[in-house]
C-alpha cells in the first residue's frame, strides 16, 4: 500500500490580509488606555466608533467611514458617561444606533445624526439604569429588534427590551464576573465564559443552565458560537499557562472534541467566526498577527489555512459586518485594528485570490442582512426565528425599515446667554481649555470675515439701489 501525504483542498488556503494605504487609515485618534479586555472599537457599513482615553467620565468617537485621514484633536465625541466606557455595539437592524456602557453601572443608547456628529452629545436617546456594579459587556440580540443584553460585575445578565425601555429578564446564574458572551445563528441559545472557571450554555428567556463544564485545564477566556454546526469554539489558558483553544459539543460539554496549544505569549486571543466561510480567526492582544482556521464538522474539525504578520501591536479589533464588505475585490472580511501607541485605526482586508472580476457566488453565500425577524414581543413570547437572509450580489443598497422606538423622553436643556450648557461640555484639563480657546478664536475670525464681506455686499447693493433711482428711465 503505497503512502500518499494526506491534502486537504480548500478554496480559502491563499486568503491572504491586504492592510489600508495610510490615507485609508484613520489617524491622530487618542484611543483609551483603560485595561479592560475589550476591543473598544465597533464598525458598521457607515460608521466607526472608538473608545477615547478622556479625563473625568468616559467617551467615544464615532466617524463617518469615509472621513479617513487624520482626525482633528477637538472632533466631537460623545461624552454622557460618567465613568469609563468599557464596551459600544451598534445595533444590527439600525445604521445610527449605538449601545454603550460604563463604570457608572449604566447601559446608554445614542441616536448619532445623518453625517456624523457636529458637536459633543451628552445626551442620551435612552439611560438604562438596572445594574448594581459596573457594566463590562452589551450584545444585541441577533434576530430580534430592540433586544439588548448586558453583563455587569454584580455577575448578572439583563436582557432589556428597549420599546419599554425596561429590563424584562435577569439571568441570575454566575458566581463570578462574566467574561464573554455569544449567541448561536437563531438567538435561542447564549453561552457565556466566567471568572469562576465554568463554560455555560443558557436559554436566555428562562435563564436556565442547560449545559455547564468546569474547565479546570482549560481555563477559559472568550467563547463564541460556530454557526448551526452546533459547535463552541473557546480561547483560554492551558495548566501550563499556554494560550489554548478548545472545540465543544454544545450539547455535551463534559469534555472538549479537541484542545489545540497556539504558542507560550501571555495576551489575551480573541477568537472571530465567519459562518459564510467557516473560517476562524484568532488575534492575541498585544500581538501584531492573526492566524486563521478553517473549520470542519468532520475530524480534524480544525485545519490552519495561514497567519497575518504585522509588527504594530493591537489593543482590540472590529469587524465589519458582511454588508460592508467589498464583493468586487473578493474581501470575505475585514478588521479595524487599533494600535495605540501610534493613535492609529488600520483597516485590514482578508481578500481570496481570484482572476474574473465577476461576482463570486461560491464565497458570497446568502447571509444574514439588516432586517429583524422577530419583534421583541415575539421573542419574549417565545418564538425563534433564523435570521432574514440577503445577497451581496448588488451590493448593499435597501435602506433599512426599521426604526428606533424606544420610548421618547423630553430632552433636558440649561441655556444661559443662547448656549446649551449640557451641550457644550466645559473643559477639564488644560489642554482642553487651551484647543476650546484657539478653536473660539478660529470661529470669532471666520465670523469677522464673513461680516467684512457683508459689509462690502450690503455697500455694492446701495450703490447699485442709487443708480437705478438716478438713471433717465425713472425721470
Same mark, same amino acid.
Given at each position: 500500500m503505497s503512502w500518499r501525504p494526506q491534502y486537504r483542498s480548500s478554496k480559502f488556503r491563499n486568503v491572504y490580509g491586504k492592510v489600508a494605504n495610510r490615507e485609508h487609515c484613520f489617524d491622530g485618534i487618542p484611543i483609551t488606555k483603560n485595561v479592560h479586555d475589550n476591543h473598544f472599537c465597533a464598525v458598521n457599513a457607515r460608521f466607526l466608533a472608538i473608545v477615547t482615553e478622556s479625563a473625568g467620565g468616559g467617551s467615544f468617537l464615532v466617524i463617518p467611514l469615509e472621513q479617513t485621514g487624520r482626525i482633528e484633536p477637538n472632533y466631537p465625541k460623545v461624552c454622557g458617561h460618567q465613568g469609563n466606557v468599557l464596551d459600544i455595539k451598534w445595533n444590527p437592524f439600525i445604521d445610527n444606533v449605538i449601545a454603550s456602557c460604563s463604570e457608572d453601572t449604566s447601559v446608554r443608547i445614542w441616536e448619532i445624526p445623518e453625517g456624523g456628529l457636529k458637536r459633543n452629545m451628552t445626551e442620551a436617546l435612552l439611560q438604562l439604569?438596572?445594574?448594581?456594579?459596573? !457594566?463590562?459587556? =452589551?450584545?444585541?440580540?441577533?434576530?430580534?429588534?430592540? $433586544?439588548?443584553?448586558?453583563?455587569?460585575?454584580?455577575y448578572k445578565v439583563l436582557i432589556w427590551n428597549l420599546d419599554v425601555g425596561e429590563p424584562v429578564k435577569m439571568i441570575d446564574c454566575h458566581t463570578d464576573v462574566i467574561l464573554c458572551m455569544s449567541f448561536n445563528t437563531d438567538g435561542s441559545l447564549l453561552t457565556t465564559t466566567c471568572k469562576d472557571k465554568k463554560l455555560r450554555v443558557i436559554e436566555p428567556r428562562s435563564g436556565r443552565v442547560l449545559q455547564e463544564a468546569n474547565c479546570k485545564n482549560h481555563r477559559v477566556n472568550r467563547v463564541v458560537f460556530l454557526g448551526n454546526m452546533k459547535r463552541l469554539l473557546t480561547t483560554g489558558v492551558s495548566r501550563w499557562n499556554t494560550r489554548q483553544i478548545a472545540l465543544w459539543d454544545q450539547?455535551?460539554?463534559?469534555?472538549?472534541? +479537541? &484542545? &489545540?496549544?497556539i504558542d507560550g505569549l501571555s495576551g489575551l486571543l480573541f477568537p472571530f467566526y465567519d459562518a459564510d466561510t467557516h473560517m476562524?480567526?484568532?488575534?492575541?492582544?498585544?500581538?501584531?498577527? +492573526?492566524?486563521?482556521?478553517? $473549520?470542519?464538522?468532520?475530524?480534524?474539525?480544525?485545519?490552519?489555512?495561514?497567519?497575518?504578520?504585522?509588527p504594530a501591536p493591537q489593543k482590540g479589533l472590529g469587524v465589519m459586518p458582511k454588508h460592508g464588505l467589498d464583493v468586487s475585490a473578493c474581501e470575505v472580511f475585514r478588521f479595524y485594528k487599533l494600535v495605540t501607541l501610534k493613535g492609529l485605526i488600520e483597516p485590514i482586508s482578508m481578500i481570496v485570490p481570484r482572476?474574473?472580476?465577476?461576482?463570486? &457566488?461560491d464565497i458570497y453565500p446568502m447571509t444574514p442582512g439588516t432586517e429583524p425577524a422577530l419583534t421583541p414581543d415575539e421573542w419574549l413570547g417565545g418564538i425563534n426565528r433564523d435570521p432574514v437572509l440577503m445577497s451581496l450580489k448588488e451590493g448593499y443598497k435597501r435602506s433599512p425599515k426599521v426604526a428606533?422606538?424606544?420610548?421618547?423622553? &423630553?430632552?433636558?436643556? =440649561?441655556? =444661559?446667554?443662547?448656549?446649551?450648557?449640557?451641550?457644550? !461640555?466645559?473643559?477639564r484639563t488644560e489642554n482642553e481649555l487651551l484647543r476650546m480657546f484657539f478653536r473660539q478664536q478660529d470661529e470669532i475670525r471666520r465670523l469677522k470675515e464673513e461680516l467684512a464681506q457683508k459689509d462690502v455686499r450690503i455697500r455694492q447693493l446701495q450703490l447699485e439701489l442709487k443708480n437705478l433711482r438716478n438713471s433717465p428711465k425713472n425721470c
Open positions: 439604569h438596572g445594574h448594581s456594579r459596573r !457594566v463590562g459587556l =452589551v450584545e444585541w440580540h441577533p434576530t430580534t429588534n430592540n $433586544i439588548l443584553f448586558s453583563a455587569g460585575y454584580d450539547e455535551d460539554l463534559s469534555m472538549p472534541l +479537541i &484542545e &489545540e496549544e476562524l480567526y484568532l488575534a492575541g492582544k498585544g500581538d501584531g498577527n +492573526i492566524r486563521y482556521y478553517e $473549520i470542519s464538522t468532520e475530524k480534524p474539525y480544525l485545519s490552519y489555512l495561514m497567519e497575518f504578520r504585522s482572476r474574473s472580476d465577476s461576482y463570486q &457566488e428606533f422606538k424606544a420610548p421618547i423622553r &423630553e430632552k433636558k436643556s =440649561v441655556v =444661559v446667554n443662547g448656549i446649551d450648557l449640557l451641550e457644550n !461640555v466645559p473643559p
